[in-house]
């Protein structure tokens, strides 16, 4: 399930302007280009930044989400209707052959069951042409990351057109191995209302990510760095081979 910040509509109307510089996409946009993909599947397209961004470049796009309210907003956005949006998950696709499928963001680590995540990985291939490839990000485990999620570090202020000001700020809860909850805290001043999401994040090593895609077929192109946040994400590119594997 979609955690709330993506799923309750008066937190997916403002997701955008409290998170407004994506220029972590950046890269995908040029990954899309280096592979000459025509086609993308964009996994966890949430409000569909990503989405839109490449229908307006013409490649056909499938945006696929478990959360209705962030698709709301996806689809009434301008060229919304270029996308193809599915509210579902990787799991179950209708049949499609992508020259490239993406997960942008912390989508990769939202999902943290093991056998979810061999579930996902099954899909994402099932999804892709032969040759077709998977890129993700995943924060390195090592760079502790959850160490700078607190509200001194995250706390904003935004004045939302048609909104007004929100308040907003990250509570740590909980550091588990590979999992690490967190809770993010948003203050309506308009009405004074006081909304809450908590995630959970897995952290995974490189070697582990490598192995498991591995053992669901694929075939580990390259692992690159993010380039807004060097030293700080593994982004992995990963083919399904033209043959059986």
Known sequence: MADECFRHPRLAAVYDQLDPDRGDLDPYLRMAEEFGARQVLDIGCGTG????????????VVGVDPAGASLDEARGKPG??????I???ATAL?????????MTGNAAQEITDPENWHAFLRGARA?????GRLVFETRIPARRAWEEWNREATYAV???PGTGVVEYWVELLDVSGPLVTFRQVYRFAAD???????????????REVE??????????EDVREAPDRPGREFVFVARRPETAH
């Open 127 to 131: 999804a892709l042409r032969p040759g």
């Open 211 to 220: 192995t498991e895609l591995g053992a669901r077929g694929f075939v580990v």
């Open 158 to 160: 935004t004045d939302v």
């Open 49 to 60: 930044v990503f989405a839109l961004r490449l229908a307006a470049r013409g490649i056909r």
């Open 80 to 85: 919304g209707d270029r996308v193809r949006w």
């Open 192 to 206: 004074g209302q006081v909304l809450t999401s908590e995630s959970t994040l897995r952290f995974r090593e490189r």
């Open 87 to 89: 509210h579902g998950d």
């Open 94 to 102: 209708p049949p499609l052959a992508a020259d490239l499928a993406t």
